[in-house]
């Protein structure tokens, strides 16, 4: 019996299906593939300048000519993070509708802050733009680049919220769905994580500025360990969202599928 629980997942079975799997399916792999790339834009060139920093050696224009690629990836995957919001957050499904609640305005709107942040990062660090924003918002370049991450992860944060009721409700109709469970406290641990990197990045800007070289580099430390933080627990997050997508796209077999009652055979029926 417990075999049986095991491959079948029969409390599952018993609440109703969604309405549109496979869309639900390719929003949650757009969401973890697009977080994987914003956290791969974001972190490898700014740890590589901490990196270089710790070493003693001057930032060279290859790791400023990365910041403009790892911002337009960080765009590209904020975008199609948002997208897989969006495709989740649709109400044309009365069942999730019913138990999701606000989870897809929050989606929506944290992803929007996403995009939003990760846009004018991108756009503050091309020529064209980065001297009007600085003029504008009265910031240099990394006063608007930490605005802008800023931005990113709140918006990020909000829609961990939406995320969090979101993996709950499709984790039940998973089959094994204590994974949704992992995934979403690996989603709760991102966010602890994009905010460790973003104060100890930004300390490690300032304190050396003050005179505090010691406390500038272990912040710099920081920002790199939870960088690496960010990046593998991304990838973690975007291995349960494939299986619970996958799980979600082909559920178990029903009961009646697998076990066939023994009984007196009917007449004319052969024996099973």
Do not use: K
């Amino acid at each position: 019996m417990r075999s049986l629980v095991e491959t079948l997942d029969m409390p599952s079975q018993e609440l109703a299906r969604p309405l549109h799997p496979v869309r639900i399916a390719r929003g949650i792999q757009a969401m973890a593939v697009g977080g994987l790339l914003w956290a791969i834009g974001t972190t490898a060139p700014m740890s590589g300048r901490i990196a270089a920093e710790i070493l003693g050696r001057t930032v060279s224009d290859a790791i400023t000519g990365a910041d403009q690629w790892g911002a337009f990836v960080a765009l590209f995957g904020a975008s199609l993070g948002c997208t897989g919001f969006i495709q989740l957050a649709r109400r044309d499904d009365p069942v999730l509708d019913c138990e999701t609640g606000r989870a897809g305005r929050w989606m929506v709107f944290g992803g929007s802050m996403w995009v939003i942040g990760s846009l004018a990062h991108f756009l503050g660090l091309t020529p064209a733009f980065g001297a009007w924003f600085g003029v504008a918002l009265g910031m240099t370049a990394p006063g608007i680049g930490f605005s802008c991450l800023a931005v990113q992860i709140a918006g990020g944060s909000f829609a961990v919220i939406g995320v969090r009721r979101m993996f709950v409700v499709l984790g039940q109709r998973c089959r094994r769905y204590r994974a949704a469970a992992h995934a979403q406290q690996s989603a709760e641990a991102l966010a602890v994580a994009a905010a460790i990197f973003l104060v100890s990045s930004l300390l490690a800007r300032i304190l050396p500025r003050m005179g505090y070289e010691f406390a500038g580099l272990a912040a710099s430390v920081i920002a790199i360990v939870s960088g690496g933080v960010l990046l593998m627990g991304m990838l973690y997050l975007l291995f349960n969202c494939w299986w619970i997508a996958r799980a979600i796209v082909a559920p178990p077999p029903a009961l009646e599928d697998v076990v066939h009652v023994v009984r007196s055979n009917a007449e004319g029926e052969s024996s099973n």
